[in-house]
Nanobody, 122 residues
Framework: QVQLVESGGGLVQAGGSLRLSCAAS????????MGWFRQAPGKEREFVAG??????NYADSVKGRFTISRDNAKNTVYLQMNSLKPEDTAVYYC?????????????????WGQGTQVTVSS
């Protein structure tokens, strides 16, 4: 059974940093593209960042502030978030897609985590 478990969310002031982790089990992790998505109340789920091989790809709204990385030995993908803004507030989800590239289309992903809340106060 495939499981993706996010952690690292929380409450932070604007300008602060958080590091999200997503631990995967039950799949051949290195064969999957991994994505981070987010969903704010009343909004659609949106792509944040994705990686199959470094350096990864990013939504324009987070370029230069967020960094995605993965450790295949630990079956874990990370999202380092710096210079956080109130508009980054959302539930953040990781997702896995057995593909060569990390697409921005959430419907292409096969597995999803339960999400972790990130709240940025102004």
């Amino acid at each position: 059974q495939v499981q993706l478990v996010e952690s690292g969310g929380g409450l932070v002031q604007a300008g602060g940093s958080l590091r999200l982790s997503c631990a995967a089990s039950g799949l051949a992790f290195s064969s999957y593209a991994m994505g981070w998505f987010r969903q704010a109340p009343g909004k659609e789920r949106e792509f944040v960042a994705g990686i199959r091989w470094s350096p990864g790809n990013y939504a324009d709204s987070v370029k230069g502030r967020f960094t995605i990385s993965r450790d295949n030995a630990k079956n874990t993908v990370y999202l380092q978030m710096n210079s956080l803004k109130p508009e980054d507030t959302a539930v953040y989800y990781c997702a896995a897609d057995r593909a060569y590239i990390a697409t921005m289309n959430p419907t292409m992903y096969d597995y999803w985590g339960q999400g972790t809340q990130v709240t940025v106060s102004s």
